[in-house]
């Protein structure tokens, strides 16, 4: 029986793959959690197989999980669920030592795929997410989209500038008119996005992608 932890903030999901892995006699859901560092802190005591992993979480987000589950577990395999398809991120989170990255738009049939695959000791990637590395390392792109920079919505432009004119996040609300909780959501996906740590992160990212003139 393959024991499975599912780490993800929203409730549906978590409740959506564990009734999928009720009706699967090799599988099982031996433990869920909201955000990333609940989850290593059940790793100790569950001991599972496998790691169900979201990207976008409060607090610590699935790509530093993947990489503190590789430092402390290096041989729990990891799949990687999420809605994100920016080729920068999925590399990232290979680079943080993932096994697999599948879509949330997957059907019930890929997922179980993609969770036996990678279990089984494979590596497993959604066929758009192949197709988006595929075309990134062909050559077809140009110099600068080579090295894609994550797309960015306007507020998240906004967001950031403020960030590196050194705006506080009470000050961002105030002056975008738009709540604390809602800036700090901006400022997560912002570090997710430009894998980065923190703040001296985000600014780093500005120059070395040469951001600044176009926020």
């Known amino acids: 029986m393959t024991r499975i932890l599912i780490a ?3 409730q549906l999901v978590i409740d959506g793959i564990k009734l999928m892995l009720s009706t699967e006699p090799d ?7 909201n955000d990333g560092s609940r989850a290593l802190d059940m790793l100790p005591e569950l001991q ?7 990207i976008n979480m409060p607090g610590l987000n699935g790509i530093e999980t993947c990489r503190k589950i590789r430092e402390s577990h290096p041989n729990l395999r990891v799949l990687i669920l999420s809605m994100l398809r920016e080729v920068s991120l999925i590399k990232l989170v290979l680079k943080n030592g993932a096994d697999g990255y599948l879509l949330k738009s997957a059907g019930r049939a890929e997922i179980l795929d993609a969770i036996r695959k990678v279990r089984d000791g494979e590596k497993y990637f959604s066929p758009e997410v192949s197709a988006l590395v595929m075309e990134s390392l062909s050559g077809a792109r140009t110099k600068v ?13 906004q967001v ?6 050194e ?10 008119f ?20 923190n703040t001296a992160g985000l600014v780093r990212a500005c120059f070395e992608y040469e951001l600044l003139a176009d926020l």
């Open 167 to 176: 705006y506080t996040t009470t000050e961002i609300a105030e002056k975008l």
């Open 27 to 33: 599988l099982e859901c031996a433990g869920e959690a």
């Open 8 to 10: 993800d903030d929203h």
């Open 160 to 165: 950031l500038r403020m960030i590196v004119d």
């Open 145 to 157: 989209s080579e090295n894609p920079f994550p797309k960015l919505s306007r507020r998240e432009k």
């Open 178 to 197: 738009i709540s604390f909780g809602t800036v700090e959501t901006h400022r997560r996906n912002l570090l997710i996005k430009l894998g980065a740590r």
């Open 48 to 54: 599972p197989d496998l790691v169900i992993l979201d």
